[in-house]
């Protein structure tokens, strides 16, 4: 059914602080520096042999290939992470992976501290330079390209990686709609405390040779973190080049959310392309050019279901997507079916 309800936020009455806490507030902005840091959290730790096989109960032996996520389409533009007028999402990001979402889609932007919009904004935008999450021009529409509080990409990540430190048992996917450069990209994830280790790199694997391991494997190996990006400069990052590694149908319902047919989104990469002992990874987009909460229901139902079914599985060569892409991932048509019962359908096998 179609929730009209915004989440809202708890008001808290704010503290009082001292002159060295306002001091200690305002010089960040007033020179340009970030914030210092908060502490770093537990990690998630070595597995053993306990986690192993709660992982093989978890996911029996399903490899990554044959498991489905859902995915949150532009997980950044939400109600809750930030003032943005128009978005995809009503939650913020860690209630998104709280609430089943394994896949994020996030744009990312270099964004050059302006002493301008410092100034004008009366202190509320004086971000330093940094990689952020934009919709566009970081600089051009407050609200609809980007949004204050600005949010920092290695902010949103070390959400994902606090996220997998706390839920050992989960595998997360993030997807970059990507305009900046390897080494601003690799400034912005060597920040992120815990990354590396949790960091899945398919060429360590011979995934290209013996194909996607086992998803227990990868929690057992606590290897729980893909990151893809549509570049293709950054695979020494870790960072892999989803033309390389996945298939994926054109990203639009259009306008009137009545494009069902399932097509590839590069020409000279079809759904049902195969590999001598390697299948790459479907990620399936299933959304409108604009996003509202009402188009939205009315697509996440019983359409989304059917079109899986009726396209977009047998374009892939008879294959269900492993990403399944949607705006307002908690809405539904009331059919009884929603993205989340969709993807642990998919899950289910036949």
Request: net charge neutral.
């Amino acid at each position: 059914m179609i929730d009209m309800d915004r989440p809202y936020r708890r008001l808290r009455r704010p503290r009082r602080a001292g002159l060295t806490g306002l001091l200690r507030l305002l010089l960040p902005a007033l020179v340009g520096a970030a914030p210092p840091a908060p502490a770093a959290p537990g990690a998630a730790g070595p597995r053993t042999g306990a986690d192993a096989a709660a992982a093989a109960a978890r996911w029996g032996d399903r490899r990554l290939d044959e498991a489905a996520s859902l995915t949150a389409h532009n997980a950044f533009t939400n109600y809750e992470d930030s003032r943005w007028s128009s978005v995809n999402q009503s939650e913020s990001v860690r209630a998104q992976l709280d609430n089943g979402v394994r896949g994020l889609s996030l744009d990312t932007h270099w964004y050059e501290r302006s002493t301008w919009l410092c100034l004008i904004s009366f202190g509320s935008d004086c971000h330093p330079s940094d990689v952020y999450l934009c919709h566009g021009d970081c600089k051009a529409f407050a609200g609809a390209t980007y949004a204050l509080p600005r949010q920092s990409f290695h902010g949103t990540m070390q959400t994902v990686v606090d996220f997998l430190a706390a839920h050992p048992q989960e595998v997360v996917t993030v997807f970059l709609e990507d305009y900046v450069s390897a080494e601003q990209l690799g400034g912005s994830l060597s920040r992120v405390r815990g990354l590396s280790g949790l960091l899945f790199r398919p060429d360590e694997w011979g995934v290209r040779q013996q194909g996607w391991p086992k998803v227990a494997d990868l929690v057992a190996a606590d290897k729980r973190l893909l990151v893809f990006s549509d570049r293709s400069d950054r695979e020494h990052l870790g960072v892999m080049y989803d033309r390389s590694w996945t298939v994926s149908n054109h990203w639009s319902l259009g306008d009137l959310g009545n494009d069902l047919a399932c097509v590839t989104r590069w020409p000279d990469v079809p759904l049902d392309r195969r590999e001598p002992g390697f299948r790459r990874l479907f990620t399936m987009s299933h959304h409108r050019n604009v996003p509202t909460v009402l188009t939205a229901a009315l697509d996440n139902g019983a359409k989304l279901r059917g079109r899986i079914a009726e396209q977009c599985r047998p374009a892939a060569g008879g294959r269900d997507p492993n990403y399944v892409s949607v705006d307002f991932h908690r809405l539904s048509d009331g059919s009884g079916h929603t993205p989340a019962s969709v993807v642990a359908e998919l899950n289910a096998g036949p």
